[in-house]
């Protein structure tokens, strides 16, 4: 039931947590490359002034915040439109070398603009209560393409039809930089192989808005200015691409690098060889027989050499003997939990909920008037990080709560909801907190379960501010369209948590809408935006609530983008799911784990579209450790059949499969 060594990580957590800044900064390339703009001078002309790029240069218009580039080409598009709503006069700019500065007085900002590491760095400063939409990206007529890291990330042709149209469920929405997106970054690609990458250094307080405006997308950044929450400084910065639709998350990955954002796998297992068991693993929660030595058995009868095998807090964890089987068997095994949520001890309806006293209600999130916020679904209250971190060291909430989770041996955890960037402010006068400080505080106390406690961490949808502190995220793989959770609530039509053994939420074939179904799993619209950023940190897969089984149309599809993407596939197993469908699951798995052991710790290096349909793709990951192709079409492309896939490990042959359906 879902809510929604040390010291080196700890480094790491400060310079991540807050507006995702440390205080060095070193040089980087953008995706462009080098070009001729890499110099640091910064000109004023009047009411203009030029930052020099990697690949070009910006002209930023001091009298509304409109920016355009100018590529070494001589190819200029328009970066940003005009900040919406105006500004007011612009004051005198100043400059000193690499930057530049000048003032919005009647409405209290201040602005630098500045080259860094081959970018546009822009910072906006309000020390009052204020809100900025600005940049507003895509509006500019060569504009193509619209990438966005929603789960894994979509590509959005900005004038087709159906993405501007209410069907796909993106006009007319937003989210937010911190918690909407696994990622605080976006881009563009503009016609003669140009692009744009922007990144919200400063993603607490920064919403993503999505536009329709003549039948074409368009992005809005919003910024709230507030002293309360530490938001008074916006961070926004700009880079020329190639055009390519992962190039902003090239430009992502090595600014993240560059700003010691960045703890790869190998670090992790250097660390912690238990790590090193989610290489060739599918993940899957258990259920019934399959909790129980003989269902981990039936498992390693089928062939199936690495599974991370986890369970629900449904009162009936796997036990000490089936634990020590799997272990054995080289799996992992770990219990579902989360902090996130407190209710009253004798209504709760999860265990996972129920707290000694007093955390019931004196540490819940409390909002300014008094009143406990409300917890996810209705069910009880947010609990408040910041509580929990000043009990900690008297009470030992969170130590003992690991201890009694991980009796039965479990060496992996799963965290519900920490890392998902799902923060709060805090205003009870015992333990005020802010949304910095909550993210700063969920990652120190991940970092103790992944360092202290040596476990192998996941979380949900994790954001890439977390990758330093967990190994695997459940949920980062899925662009969710909004309208999956109004489907998800018709229970008479996605099931409930009934029957107790094989709760239909999980076991329940479930047919999506079309519109839906397009918006998630359409591949000319998927794009490896996380996997470009994070392949070698974080181990990815899709939400929980989405088995592979759950969704028999989409079945195919699933399993060639896990391959193609060199992730695994998360699965629900019962008896019953071993019996339907153990024989493909073992086959998929065999096929999956010298993929992935070849590359889990490799770079995505390359992702082509090869077809103008853009449904045959090819994905390269390191230095030619491993090399995918997937066909997304019915018709056979250069021998490979559709509905199929070929993979080629560094030195040996391709290895073709062609995924049944459900």
């Known amino acids: 039931m879902r809510t929604r060594k040390i010291r080196k990580t700890r480094k790491k957590i400060i310079a991540l947590s807050g507006a995702l800044t440390v205080v060095a900064v070193v040089g980087t390339a953008t995706a462009f490359g080098t070009g001729t703009g890499t110099g640091s001078h910064v000109e004023a002309h009047g009411g203009r002034v030029t930052v020099p790029l990697a690949g070009g240069s910006a002209v930023v218009d001091t009298a509304t915040l409109a920016v355009r580039a100018r590529a070494d080409d001589g190819r200029t598009w328009q970066l940003s439109a005009p900040a919406a709503g105006g500004l007011g006069p612009a004051g005198k700019v100043s400059v000193h070398g690499a930057r530049a500065t000048w003032r919005y007085a009647a409405k209290g900002l201040t602005v630098t603009a500045s080259a860094r590491d081959g970018r546009l760095a822009v910072s906006v400063r309000s020390a009052r209560q204020a809100t900025l939409t600005w940049p507003v990206t895509g509006t500019d007529p060569a504009t193509n393409d619209l990438q966005i890291p929603r789960g894994e990330g979509l590509s959005v042709p900005v004038a087709d039809r159906w993405w501007n149209s209410a069907r796909a469920g993106l006009a007319g929405s937003e989210a937010g930089m911190a918690d909407g997106l696994t990622m605080p970054f976006w881009g563009t690609g503009v016609t003669g192989r140009h692009g744009a990458s922007y990144i919200a250094e400063s993603d607490i307080g920064t919403t993503l808005k999505f536009v329709s405006a003549g039948g074409r997308l368009r992005t809005e950044a919003e910024h709230a200015f507030s002293p309360q929450e530490d938001t008074t400084d916006y961070r926004i910065t700009f880079a020329l691409t190639d055009g390519s639709p992962v190039a902003a998350a090239r430009d992502y990955r090595a600014w993240l690098a560059g700003h010691g954002g960045i703890t790869t796998l190998r670090e992790k297992i250097a660390r912690d060889p238990g790590v090193g068991k989610l290489i060739g693993a599918f993940h899957a929660y258990t259920w019934g027989q399959a909790r129980t030595a003989e269902g981990v058995g039936r498992l390693r009868r089928l062939g199936i050499d690495r599974m991370w095998l986890g369970y629900d807090a449904d009162g009936s964890p796997m036990d000490a003997g089936a634990t020590r089987v799997a272990e054995r068997s080289g799996y992992l095994v770990g219990p579902y939990d989360s902090w996130a949520n407190a209710q009253d001890p004798d209504a709760a309806d999860t265990s996972v909920s129920k707290w000694p006293a007093p955390v019931w209600q004196d540490a819940c999130v409390h909002t300014a008037d008094g009143r406990p916020v409300t917890g996810f679904g209705g069910r009880g209250c947010y609990v408040s990080s910041e509580a929990l971190r000043r009990a900690e060291p008297a009470r030992h909430h969170l130590a003992d709560r690991t201890r009694d989770m991980t009796a039965n041996g479990a060496d992996s955890y799963f965290l519900d909801v920490d890392a998902a960037g799902e923060l709060f402010t805090d205003r009870s006068p015992a333990h005020p907190m802010t949304k910095a400080g909550d993210r700063r505080n969920r990652l120190e106390r991940m970092a103790r379960?992944?360092?202290?406690?040596?476990?192998?961490?996941?979380?949900?949808?994790?954001?890439?501010?977390?990758?330093?502190?967990?190994?695997?995220?459940?949920?980062?793989?899925?662009?969710?369209?909004?309208?999956?959770?109004?489907?998800?609530?018709?229970?008479?039509?996605?099931?409930?948590?009934?029957?107790?053994?094989?709760?239909?939420?999980f076991f329940k074939p479930v047919r999506l809408p079309d519109d839906v179904a397009k918006a998630m799993y359409d591949p000319r619209y998927r794009v490896p935006l996380y996997q470009t950023v994070l392949h070698d940190s974080v181990i990815s897969t899709e939400r929980w609530e989405l088995p592979w089984s759950k969704l028999p149309d989409q079945s195919r599809t699933r399993a060639l983008l896990a391959m193609l993407y060199n992730v695994p596939l998360n699965l629900v197993l019962d008896a019953g799911e071993l019996d339907r469908h153990g024989k493909e699951i073992a086959r998929l798995q065999k096929y999956f784990a010298p993929l992935h052991k070849a590359a889990a710790t490799e770079p995505m290096t390359g992702f082509r579209l090869l077809t103008p349909d853009r449904l045959v793709q090819r994905t390269t990951f390191g230095d030619g450790a491993l090399t995918v192709t997937a066909n997304f079409s019915t018709a056979a492309h250069h021998g490979l059949p559709g509905g199929c896939v070929s993979a080629v490990v560094r030195g040996g042959t391709a290895l073709r499969l062609c995924p049944a359906g459900l």
Request: charged share 20%.
């Open 449 to 505: 379960l992944s360092g202290d406690r040596r476990l192998v961490l996941g979380s949900e949808s994790a954001g890439s501010w977390a990758n330093g502190v967990l190994s695997f995220s459940h949920g980062s793989g899925t662009p969710v369209s909004d309208r999956l959770w109004k489907l998800e609530k018709d229970r008479a039509t996605w099931g409930g948590y009934a029957p107790a053994g094989a709760p239909a939420i």
